[in-house]
């Protein structure tokens, strides 16, 4: 079992040992792992032969036989026992660490990760991220503890980054999270499971949902259903911040709803502050 301080943190950070990490990664994920090198980031989403989401990661390359994967911690969790049969293929393995994961405001521009050493063993993983923040992964034997009060899923939310939890595993296509918008789909890499659907909805039709901005005053939870005036359901929560006053939310959601009442299924309480993540449908 993983560490226990993995519950006490959104996410994990597992280690992909051998030499067909990257291999595996290419061939199992939306993203391009060709000639990754060290320090370069990616991030992904693993998805099942309909193209749902089993899993989003943030995949750092330490070498070519070492990467460090970031997600929610029973998402991967189970993702690592549904890769059993592929690591094995792969003569690769696939193990949590005891790892703390944090974000800190940054605006130094850095294009890849920095990696800190205390001897030959890595410690610390410094990444940049769009939005004016960057990812902190250290481990418990590092000298530079983690900073209090730096949680990544806000920065997160607040970047329109949306996160597979475990309540919503198998539910999305990437289109939903606009995952087709924000670099975690490579449309020139190849196949991959799940590719000729999101590959198909990506040059023959139009998503029916999209991610969205919004607000409540009541608790809710990833993966509850958003209905109109009219009782239909029109999209889900996906992730929740927590506030004093309100929550702030990433919502999936069939356009048209946003100019109407949105609820809380199953409540008289409605959504608020709705509005469109990306603008543009199709990035060049």
């Known amino acids: 079992m993983p560490p226990q301080l993995h519950s006490q943190q959104r996410d994990i950070v597992m280690r992909l040992q051998g030499e067909g990490g990257a291999e595996l990664l290419h061939g199992q994920t939306t993203a391009d792992f060709r000639e990754l090198r060290a320090g370069e980031s990616r991030y992904a989403a693993f998805c099942d032969p309909k193209g749902r989401i089993l899993a989003d990661v943030r ?27 592929f690591l094995m293929f792969a003569r690769t393995t696939m193990t949590p660490t005891d790892w703390h994961v944090s974000a ?12 800190g050493f205390e001897g030959t063993t890595l410690s610390t993983v410094v990444i940049p991220s769009e939005g004016g923040y960057e990812e902190h992964w250290t481990s418990p034997q590092s000298a530079a503890q983690p ?5 990544l899923a806000e920065w997160e939310l607040q970047n329109a980054r949306a996160r597979v939890e475990v309540d919503t595993i198998g539910t999305y296509l990437p289109q939903d999270l606009n995952f087709d918008l924000n670099g975690t789909v490579s449309f020139t890499k190849g196949c991959y ?31 509850q259903t958003l209905r109109d005036g009219e009782r239909q359901a029109v999209g889900s ?24 009442a949105v609820f809380i299924e199953d409540t008289d309480t409605s959504i608020t502050h709705i509005s469109l993540c990306h603008e543009r449908e199709n990035p060049s």
Do not use: F, W
Not at 147 to 151: F, L, M, P, R, T
């Open 147 to 151: 900073e209090v009060g730096s949680d």
């Open 59 to 85: 995949a750092v390359m330490i070498s070519p036989d070492d990467i460090l994967v970031r997600g929610r911690t029973q998402v991967l969790e189970r993702l690592a026992d549904h890769l059993k049969p």
């Open 104 to 115: 800190r405001k940054s605006g130094d521009g850095a294009a890849v990760a920095t990696l």
């Open 193 to 223: 499971t799940g590719q000729e659907i999101i590959a198909r909805l990506h040059y023959r039709g139009t998503p029916k949902r999209r991610l969205h901005r919004a607000q409540s005053t009541a608790d809710v939870t990833p993966g």
């Open 237 to 260: 929560v996906v992730n929740v911040s927590h506030c004093a006053e309100h929550h702030d939310l990433l919502i999936e959601l069939k356009p048209d709803a946003a100019k109407t």
